[in-house]
Each structure stands twice: as C-alpha cells, then as structure tokens.
C-alpha cells in the first residue's frame, strides 16, 4: 500500500515538464502520448548541454541521448523509442545528426517557432 506525501515531501522528486502547447496545441494533436513525453525528457536534457559545451559552429544548442540511456531513463522500449523519435523528426521537434563513429546530436527544436511547421505536409 503506497503512503500519502506529508508537508515538503512532495517536493522532494524531480521532475520533467511538459509543455501546455504540446498537450494541448492543435499542431501537435498527431502526436503520440509516448512521443511528447520523449520530446519532454529531451529539453529537460538540453539543461546538460551548457555543462558539457553542446553547441554547434553555430551556437546551436544540441544533446547526445544514446538510445540505451533514453531506455534506462523512461523505461520505454527500443522499438517504442524508435517509434517516437520518428514521429518527432517527421513533425520537425527534433533533428538527428548522424555521425560516423560517434553518437548522434540531436537537435531539440523550439516547439513555439513557425518555422517548425514550414516543411510539414
């Protein structure tokens, strides 16, 4: 039987915030639940590209998220992981850069940008 939170502790966890618009926002209605949540663990994970110096030639922020840390993080399958990024390339949230030998960037894109939305459809 689980116990109840009593005074402070319930701000004891961490946590990962997911966007309002994400949820809510009609753009991104096609989106998976698993997919959104992903993209959620994703910017909380951009808080680590400033300590380790993850920018670009052109100050373009980006992480490195091994599939298996991904796994180990949220729980999620391979396939379900796969799945997500997928679907987060093909709505443009994210962008993978492949590079040979070495793990991928991923660029996490601003959910709030236009741009964003240019090249889908």
Sequence with gaps: MMDYFYGTQAK??????????LLTGKNFSSLSPSAKMLYAVMLDRMN???KHNWFDEENRVYIIYPLNQIKEDINF????????MTELENIGLIYKLQIKGKPNKI???NFNERKLFQHVG
């Design 12 to 21: 004891q966890f961490a946590s990962v915030e997911i966007p309002k618009e």
């Design 48 to 50: 680590e590209a400033s």
């Design 77 to 84: 399958s391979k396939h379900t992981i796969i799945d997500c």
């Design 107 to 109: 660029y996490v894109k």
